[in-house]
T-cell receptor, first 111, second 118 residues
Framework: QQQVKQSPQSLIVQKGGISIINCAYENTAFDYFPWYQQFPGKGPALLIAIRPDVSEKKEGRFTISFNKSAKQFSLHIMDSQPGDSATYFCAAGYNNNDMRFGAGTRLTVKP | DTGVSQDPRHKITKRGQNVTFRCDPISEHNRLYWYRQTLGQGPEFLTYFQNEAQLEKSRLLSDRFSAERPKGSFSTLEIQRTEQGDSAMYLC????????????????FGPGTRLTVL
């Protein structure tokens, strides 16, 4: 079922540091790559998303870098804050409906 | 509209009982999805509706699972003869649906229903 591999499983970053989470996919039919943030007991919330015709997208402190030839994409969180502590999921979607998720990265930002 | 809502938020049941969950999508969203999420894993796709039509079902959706979206608005997911392995968070998501488009569009998730089967 898992067609998207995410790493690392967990990440600890100091406040103000950069958090980097990586994902790799196999299916070249994927045409949509979102990142979701999930807090305990809540549903995933869309953070930022990118399509394969763009190599980078930035929204505030969050940046997606996309490498189509390597079939990899990553999330960079600049100036990480304790409130960013959550689980982050990458996903890849195709065929206008099917979405496959990574296993998640548990981020802890230490004050 | 404040987003996707799900009811109940928590459900505890005994093995062998039937349970039903409800999802209310964002109004005017054509597409509705059901996912299952187990602890420490990402959501896994179960099924998807375009308006009232159920267009795709995952292999994860055994015969004990059934989903409906009778009027193209809210949806229900029923699990019959629950098993302990059904314990998970059941997530619903909706998306606008890109009219005539071929690209995947953004899915917005609800808070989920956490099912515990004893």
């Amino acid at each position: 079922q898992q067609q998207v591999k995410q790493s690392p499983q967990s990440l600890i970053v100091q406040k103000g540091g950069i958090s980097i989470i990586n994902c790799a996919y196999e299916n070249t039919a994927f045409d949509y790559f979102p990142w979701y943030q999930q807090f305990p007991g809540k549903g995933p919330a869309l953070l930022i998303a990118i399509r394969p015709d763009v190599s980078e997208k930035k929204e505030g402190r969050f940046t997606i870098s996309f490498n189509k030839s390597a079939k990899q994409f990553s999330l960079h969180i600049m100036d990480s804050q304790p409130g960013d502590s959550a689980t982050y999921f990458c996903a890849a979607g195709y065929n206008n409906n099917d979405m496959r998720f990574g296993a998640g990265t548990r981020l802890t930002v230490k004050p | 509209d404040t987003g996707v809502s799900q009811d109940p938020r928590h459900k505890i049941t005994k093995r062998g009982q039937n349970v039903t969950f409800r999802c209310d999508p964002i109004s005017e969203h054509n597409r509705l999805y059901w996912y299952r999420q187990t602890l420490g894993q990402g959501p896994e796709f179960l099924t998807y509706f375009q308006n009232e039509a159920q267009l795709e079902k995952s292999r994860l959706l055994s015969d004990r699972f059934s989903a409906e979206r009778p009027k193209g608005s809210f949806s229900t997911l029923e699990i019959q003869r629950t098993e302990q392995g059904d314990s998970a968070m059941y997530l619903c998501a909706s998306s606008p649906g890109l009219a005539g488009g071929s690209f995947t569009d953004t899915q917005y998730f609800g808070p989920g229903t956490r099912l515990t089967v004893l």
